[in-house]
């Protein structure tokens, strides 16, 4: 059979009708939140299962075209950098380039199923990729895992909640029974639904912002946002809270040789603890995306230890990610990443440093910490389903965890996530 053959088998209408519904019943949770903040646990759970089942059920060519749409469905939203760096143009190229990217992932895995004839092979080796999607990060991204579809669901997200549902699908599968399903029963997630622990009183306020991309990085603009962020901060201390929390990069400029502005901050610490985000230059001259901490007159830096690929740091080998770095980033260098995740106490409490993506990365949680605070700026990546799709992720991460998340956003609302719920959105 001739390669263009086998490429135009790809191009049967109905493989990639069937792909794109397996995408759309995996992304309806999403799209429900996002569009018309609907969080219904039945819906999620119920267009949860039709992507197992209908997943498993299909041959390679289908696969790829729910990968492929579940790139574009997810993740569409990280082409929005070109158009803030002036390449319009490069939009379509980069979705088009995210959904291949997942799409050969998921053909892979699909066309290694197939090379065994036995039905129970083929069934355990879909299963094992399912499972082991959410370990394996193209390009260091890991926001792609397949239980997020139960994130807000009557069913669990951790590993053996999974297994479960996949077992009990492809038996169902097997013996053409779907009264097995019935066996996804034991995947409830009895834990998170019965947890009722309360919301620790932290006495924290987290800040919320609204400003563009275009307006925080402009210089005439600087010091207007510069009084609208000690304004939220004396409010802060006025409503007699403990501690402040503003959004990444608030202050958008290197806040450690911005001596008159340390200072204001410094005072201010004496009457409320201040976690805010800043940009940090280091004695090699090396930009840094940095929480700073000001507590009792006195600071202490907690830097980005995870860093977003292409957005702060490039995956690509080296000469051609200075390529890439060129043409669409005028040059710029990479952040610098800390060599270790930042943790501060307050108050007696221990709190886990992360800004923005680190939040949403597993590496932060991997000694399971029992509060974070997080910081963000989604101003690049709006309007779209990012921010949903990040408090989605915090959530599966506070359930998995048992962390409480306090987050300040700017471009998005500001929430607590506590036993995989949100309190508090502004």
């Known amino acids: 059979m001739s390669l263009y053959i086998k490429i135009r088998e790809y191009f049967i209408i109905n493989k990639i009708i069937r792909g794109l519904l397996i995408a759309i019943s995996a992304s309806i949770a999403i799209y429900l939140d996002y569009l018309f903040n609907i969080i219904n646990p039945f819906i999620n759970t119920i267009f949860g299962l039709l992507t197992i089942y209908y997943i498993l059920k299909s041959d390679s060519k289908v696969w790829f075209w729910s990968g492929f ?53 083929n069934l355990i080796i879909k299963t094992s990729a399912l499972l082991i999607f959410s370990y394996i990060h193209p390009f260091g991204f890991d926001w792609f895992k397949m239980e997020l579809i139960f994130t807000n669901s009557y069913i669990g997200i951790l590993k053996w909640q999974f297994l479960i549902v996949l077992f009990a699908t492809s038996l169902a599968i097997y013996k053409e029974n779907l009264l097995l399903l019935t066996l996804i029963v034991f995947a409830f997630p009895f834990n998170n639904y019965y947890n009722k622990t309360p919301l620790p009183n932290r006495e924290i306020e987290l800040t919320n912002f609204h400003i563009t991309v275009e307006d925080k990085w402009n210089l005439k603009l600087q010091k207007r946002h510069i009084d609208m962020a000690l304004n939220r901060i004396e409010e802060a201390i006025d409503k007699r809270e403990k501690i402040v929390v503003l959004p990444e990069s608030i202050f958008a400029l290197f806040l450690n040789r911005s001596p008159k502005l340390m200072t204001i901050l410094e005072a201010l610490s004496n009457e409320i603890t201040i976690i805010t985000g800043g940009l940090y230059l280091d004695r090699d001259n090396n930009p840094k995306n940095t929480a700073y901490i000001f507590q009792n007159g006195e600071f202490k830096i907690a830097s980005k230890a995870v860093l977003v690929p292409f957005g702060e740091y490039n995956p690509l080998p080296d000469w051609l990610g200075k390529i890439v770095n060129r043409v669409f980033f005028d040059g710029a260098p990479d952040y610098t990443a800390s060599l270790k995740i930042t943790k501060y106490i307050i108050d007696g409490v221990e709190y886990t440093n992360a800004i923005c993506y680190e939040g949403t990365s597993e590496k932060i949680y991997r000694d399971s910490p029992k509060n974070i605070i997080l910081i963000s700026n989604n101003g690049w990546v709006v309007p779209s389903i990012e921010p949903t799709l990040q408090k989605i992720i915090l959530q599966y991460y506070s359930k998995k965890y048992g962390t409480t998340i306090y987050h300040s956003a700017n471009m998005s609302p500001s929430y607590i996530v506590h036993n995989g719920y949100i309190y508090g959105i502004e």
Do not use: C
């Open 69 to 121: 749409f579940i790139g574009v469905f997810w993740f569409w939203w990280i082409s929005l950098s070109f158009k803030n760096y002036g390449f319009l143009w490069a939009m379509p190229i980069g979705i088009l380039f995210t959904a291949l990217s997942y799409g050969v992932l998921f053909l892979i895995f699909a066309k290694i199923s197939e090379i065994y004839k036995n039905r129970v092979y």
